[in-house]
């Protein structure tokens, strides 16, 4: 999604135990015996110790009107969180191929048979939600699918403890200093408790999975409570990804793309991703995936799949605009592929 989801990778939302490394230090052990093992220690990349920034962090909060109450609050008991360190260093784009990316995990049978049911209870919350913001509740039900399964993997870290850990880690200081310094500020203005403010290792929040600065542009008070809850408040989550996307360009009635059949001859490695009419398309011998001839519609592009196995798509502009949600092209695919069959 967003600037943060470049930060996500394939990690998992919620934490477990590290895996551990035989001890250097360990005594000697009968050969039959396996040494014992103990888990890594990761060392921040700044130079000052985590206690003492984390003083900083609250002077410049408090400098930028965040009460003290809050922030005596919201670092209590925080720490360095080797596992975040852990996840940040070890994290790397997903090398499944698409096939199996888009069947076992991000279009599979039960998520599909979750997002219909999940369509359905919520009708009348959708319909109001399309309503006030023009976004097809097909496109909200998938991202909710596979952002945190319709709401059940919200993450398990503490969102203050997650970002302290990897602005003071250092390896990219400003951009959670500022994401810290945000969520600090959530937490002031009385929209969720600490305790309940958890996330992902890298700090995306709630059932959308946003980085608290994009909490503070796009989260939604849809049911008029006074607070933007996307933890707990269904209402809220969803019209927040709905605005998200009608913020970020969604044209409403118009598709995101579809499967297409190439022409004999074509070629992957010399297709280009030049935009034209789909008439264009067309002619050039692109036919439907079952086989029938190409529908009317807005400019597309061709669009490939990374790692893929042959298959071809035509995007259109609502893909592009998936993609600002998270950029990997399979991600946004697969939620365009997800939102066909929920509904």
């Known amino acids: 999604m967003i600037t943060r989801r470049l930060l996500l990778a394939a990690a998992p939302l919620a934490g477990c135990a590290a895996s551990g490394s035989p001890s250097a230090s360990s005594p000697a052990a009968p050969a039959a015996a396996a040494p014992p093992l ?100 097909r496109i909200i039900v998938a991202i909710w699918g596979v952002e945190t399964n319709f709401g059940g993997n919200t993450g398990g870290f503490r969102v203050i403890e997650a970002l302290a850990t990897l602005a003071w880690e250092g390896r990219r200081a400003a951009y959670f200093r500022n994401e810290l310094l945000a969520a600090l500020k959530i937490l002031d203005d009385g929209h969720i408790r600490p305790d309940r403010m958890l996330g992902s290792w890298a700090g995306a929040m709630g059932q959308p999975q946003f980085m608290p600065s994009n909490f503070e542009r796009l989260a939604v008070d849809f049911d008029g409570d006074g607070r933007r809850d996307i933890w707990d408040n269904r209402a809220d989550a969803l019209a927040s990804i709905a605005n998200y996307f009608q913020r970020n360009g969604w044209r409403p009635g118009e598709p995101w793309g579809r499967e297409v059949l190439p022409p004999p001859g074509f070629s992957p490695a010399r297709a280009d991703a030049e935009r034209r009419p789909m008439r264009d398309f067309a002619r050039m011998g692109f036919r439907a995936a079952g086989g029938g001839p190409l529908p009317d519609g807005p400019e597309a ?22 993609r600002r949600y998270n950029s990997p092209v399979n991600y946004g695919l697969a939620v365009g592929l997800l939102s066909d069959r929920i509904a």
């Not at 130079?47 to 109450?69: P, Y």
């Not at 997002?115 to 209870?121: D, F, I, P, S, T």
């Not at 799949?305 to 893909?319: A, C, I, K, M, Y």
């Open 38 to 137: 103990q888990a890594p220690v990761y060392a921040g990349v700044s130079s000052v110790s985590f206690d003492r920034f984390v003083e900083g962090v609250k002077a410049e909060a408090s400098r930028r009107g965040i009460s003290a109450a809050t922030l005596n609050t919201a670092f209590a008991g925080v720490r360095a969180n080797q596992r975040v360190i852990e996840l940040d260093r070890r994290q790397a784009e997903g090398g499944l191929p698409w096939e199996e990316y888009r069947d076992r995990i991000m279009v599979s049978p039960t998520r599909v048979q979750n997002g219909r049911r999940m369509y359905a209870e919520n009708a009348d919350l959708l319909r109001r939600i399309e309503a006030r913001f023009q976004v097809s509740p």
């Open 301 to 322: 592009q061709i669009v490939l799949p990374s790692r893929g196995s042959g298959q071809v798509f035509l995007g259109h502009h609502n893909l592009r605009v998936i």
